[in-house]
């Protein structure tokens, strides 16, 4: 047994198995439980069900300070900070659904000597809805912000840490405030709503970024200029900086459609009507639309127009294809008549259910072949390594829309294909 204060976490998906590795790689003892016994079973034989680089190795090597269990007993006997990962997708409305954390808080029951750390997104006040019928009930927020493909590095080198905790649970926060001390990010100690904002805000801010840069790409196709050079310009502004300039088919995955309709949902539910996000929200949804109405300038009508998307995860180094885009283009493309074909280095076997009706290709190449026009979805590396001299002679047609400004430009035109990017 190690010295280190022992973890528990509570649901073993992509969350709970990096923050409970990682913690095992700071030399804690974990116990990590999740109600899935298949999934329990599968990572008690050191197999990982999740695709996150680094994160293999780092089980592999903490294995005897890592244990799976389906019960909650197990953990409550042997740890005192209990961090809750289980998942909150959103409802209908938009809301987040909380019935799962609600399930892990009245498992805990009254205990004084245990506190709940939030890792999950949840709406602003939750944390206070939680503690206000538990008096001495440990609470501390202590949102995630991992990258999917970068979470092992993000985890252990944090730009911050977030630790909201009530009066009364400052002796806690302690604890936890500890716990992340050897990673050396700063560790913001604040109140349980402001900490809960300061995730959905975050998350909130970079879909903001993303759609404003994706409304000046579509400006800039209007009126002559490129959006790459304008977002080198732009970002070099200290206040501004580089990140999250670059234009595309728009954002997707587990967190920002979530959190920010999560945060618009939340503001009108108190009254706040908050117009900024509302419109966040319709230029994502109209660059999947726009790129629709490009293919439709380049082939006219799409009925029985075979086109083939590279790529299916919402991003690349990732087999998550939670709100990927590439899901919505292949529905929307079929409901215009065309034929969809599509491929992902990864990401299909995920993705297959959701992909009724497209043709699976194994190879990019074939995935193109005969093909009308190719819609580069993901920007894996493997599509910008392609033999595209190969690629034109096996489409049908050489339309190349290139979802994320990923490919050589100059390149491909060069090469006889009728190139085009997102404001470029
Ligand atoms: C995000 C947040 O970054 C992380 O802090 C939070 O905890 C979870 O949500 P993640 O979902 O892994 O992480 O993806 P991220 O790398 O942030 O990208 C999100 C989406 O935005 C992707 O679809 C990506 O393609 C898109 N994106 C990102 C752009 O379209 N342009 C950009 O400039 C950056």
Redesign the pocket.
């Known amino acids: 047994m190690s010295a280190q204060e022992p973890i528990g976490v509570i649901g073993a998906g992509w969350v709970g198995l990096v923050t409970a590795t990682c913690f095992a790689e700071l030399g804690h003892e974990v116990h990590c439980r999740d109600i899935v016994a298949e999934k329990v079973e599968t990572l008690r034989n050191g197999r990982v069900p999740i695709h996150e680089p680094g994160l293999n190795e780092l089980i592999e090597r903490n294995r005897e300070r890592l244990h799976f269990t389906t019960e909650m007993g197990d953990v409550l006997s042997n740890a005192h900070l209990l961090f809750c990962c289980v998942d909150t997708p959103p409802t209908y409305s938009g809301d987040a659904d909380l019935s799962r954390v609600e399930t892990v808080v009245s498992e805990i029951g009254d205990s004084t000597d245990h506190a709940i750390v939030m890792k999950s997104?949840v709406p602003v006040g939750t944390g206070r809805a939680i503690t206000r019928e538990r008096e001495g009930f440990g609470y501390i927020s202590n949102?995630?912000?991992?990258?999917?493909?970068?979470?092992v590095e993000?985890f252990m080198h944090p730009d911050r840490v977030v630790v909201g905790a009530s009066a009364e649970s400052q002796g806690f926060a302690d604890r936890v405030a500890a716990l992340y001390e050897p990673l050396g990010g700063a560790i913001v100690r604040t109140d349980v709503a402001s900490a809960e904002m300061i995730?959905l805000a975050?998350?909130a801010f970079?879909?903001t970024?993303?759609s404003f840069?994706?409304e000046i790409a579509n400006v800039s196709e209007e009126l002559g200029a490129d959006v790459s050079e304008v977002a080198r310009g732009m970002g070099l502004d200290s206040r501004i900086g580089p990140?999250?300039?670059?234009?595309?088919?728009?954002?997707?995955?587990?967190?920002?459609p979530k959190?920010v309709s999560a945060l618009k949902q939340l503001a009108g539910n108190s009254g706040y009507h908050f117009q900024l996000l509302t419109a966040v929200i319709e230029v994502n949804e109209l660059q999947k639309r726009r790129t629709i109405g490009k293919l439709q300038k380049h082939l006219g009508s799409l009925v029985n127009k075979e086109i083939a998307l590279l790529g299916v995860a919402?991003?690349p180094d990732?087999d998550?294809v939670r709100?990927?885009?590439a899901l919505v283009l292949a529905a929307r493309l079929q409901g215009e008549g065309a034929h969809v074909r599509v491929y992902d280095p990864i990401a299909l076997e995920r993705a297959r259910e959701m992909l009724t009706g497209s043709t699976i290709c194994d190879s990019a190449l074939e995935a193109v072949d005969g093909a009308d026009a190719v819609v580069l979805v993901?920007?894996w590396s493997e599509f910008r390594d392609l033999d595209w001299d190969l690629v034109r002679e096996r489409m049908a047609n050489p339309v190349v829309l290139d979802g994320?400004n990923f490919l050589d430009a100059d390149a491909l035109r060069a090469a006889g294909f009728t190139y085009e990017g997102v404001g470029r």
């Open positions: 997104t949102p995630e912000f991992l990258k999917e493909g970068t979470a993000d995730k975050s998350n970079l879909a970024k993303i840069i994706n990140q999250f300039l670059r234009a595309g088919i728009g954002y997707g995955g587990s967190c920002f959190d919402f991003k990732t998550d709100e990927a885009p993901t920007e994320r």
